[in-house]
Nanobody
Framework: QVQLVESGGGLVQPGGSLRLSCAASGIVFRLYTMTWYRQVPGKQRELVARITYGGSTTYVDSVKGRFTISRDNAKNTVDLQMNSLKPEDTAVYYC??????????WGQGTQVTVSS
């Protein structure tokens, strides 16, 4: 019943752009905080960007000024616009939905590869 589905990943050259999208179903979307995480093999999962039910945003320092998170409560979607991409941005990106601590729902991830 509860599902998060990510899309928009792919292969881009350094300096390029991608827009990721996460579509939610089975939740009252407008009440949830939505977060994008990323993970590379052998490394710890990292919080990239977060937007609360009230619209407040936070970003990891390494993406500030390059990435923008947004949500559309009418469409039950959250997007991540990624500009000026760097090789160190290469990872699997995951969408997360939370209403209270311990209620996390995860998508299956979308691969982003930044390489020439």
């Amino acid at each position: 019943q509860v599902q998060l589905v990510e899309s928009g990943g792919g292969l881009v050259q350094p300096g390029g752009s991608l827009r990721l999208s996460c579509a939610a179903s089975g939740i009252v979307f407008r009440l949830y905080t939505m977060t994008w995480y990323r993970q590379v093999p052998g490394k710890q999962r990292e919080l990239v960007a977060r937007i609360t039910y009230g619209g407040s945003t936070t970003y990891v320092d390494s993406v500030k000024g390059r990435f923008t998170i947004s949500r559309d409560n009418a469409k039950n979607t959250v997007d991540l616009q990624m500009n000026s991409l760097k090789p160190e941005d290469t990872a699997v990106y995951y969408c997360n939905a939370r209403i209270t601590v311990g209620t996390d729902t995860w998508g299956q991830g979308t691969q982003v590869t930044v390489s020439s």
